[in-house]
């Protein structure tokens, strides 16, 4: 897959955003270039507003976007993520709009990740995939990478040179890309399926989303995912509706099934 030019996406509403892109700024050289901020084959884009609310059309432009951003967990996880955007279900509450999803990143996304498990060797921060949740609206592909969870994390000199770091040089492989299926928001089987094949992961449909998702929204994961060969299936994380209609939808359109 060959990338030409690329967009990294700040926010002044994220803390964390701000703490990347001021480790961004220091490490990496950019100047102006025909009126935006460049280096090498990347744009670097600043907006005030939220980036999550903040729609873009970016098509002929750019090849792919990531945006930089902070993870919030109930839970308090410590983590650094990347993930697909877009909303599968009725609902639409952090931007986009509901059963709506974004083209995924599959090649890139997957490289940034790889990366991050390459460069990151210590035991506070959990490295994984996220699943497809959350604005906003794109017509590229994208995808998210982030810090989670408190203001501690956000400033964390190892956290800011994994995530950069992984952004600005993803270890990119050309292997088969996959929708994945199941498992909770962090999808962790699948992340250590990816973890130890060689695979790709486009669009991640959490089992949070399986008691509202409509078969048409399983065609959409397959059509964003960007050369899709087929799913990766948490089969226990899976609601059995879910299971029936992945493997209809494999058998019909003669994608692979993965069961895990």
Known sequence: MCFTMHLIISSRSDPASLSMLSYLTEKYTFTEKNGVMNHGDFDLLI?????????????????????????????NIRS??????????????LGGKPRTINISCPVVMSGTLRRMMELYSGDKFEVTFEA??????????????????TENEWNDPDALRVTVDSVMNPDIR?????????????????????????????HIISKHDHDTLEPWEIDMAVKKT???????????????????????????????????
Not at 132 to 149: A, K, Q
């Open 47 to 75: 907006i005030e507003d939220r980036h999550i609310f903040h729609d873009m059309s970016l098509s002929g432009r750019y090849d792919y976007a990531v945006v930089l951003s902070r993870h919030s967990s109930a839970a």
């Open 80 to 93: 650094l993520t990347a993930h697909p955007t877009g909303n599968f279900g009725p609902t639409a509450d």
């Open 132 to 149: 497809t949740h959350h604005g906003p609206l794109f017509d590229i592909p994208n995808y998210y990478v982030e810090i989670g969870t």
């Open 174 to 202: 050309s292997y088969d890309n996959f929708v994945g299926v199941g498992g909770g928001h962090y999808a962790p089987k699948i992340k250590q399926y990816f973890k130890e094949n060689s695979v790709n992961i486009g």
């Open 226 to 260: 960007p050369g899709c060969k087929g799913f990766i299936m948490d089969r226990k994380g899976t609601r059995g509706s879910v299971r029936d209609m992945i493997k209809k939808y494999a058998d019909e359109n003669s994608l692979e099934l993965i069961s895990i």
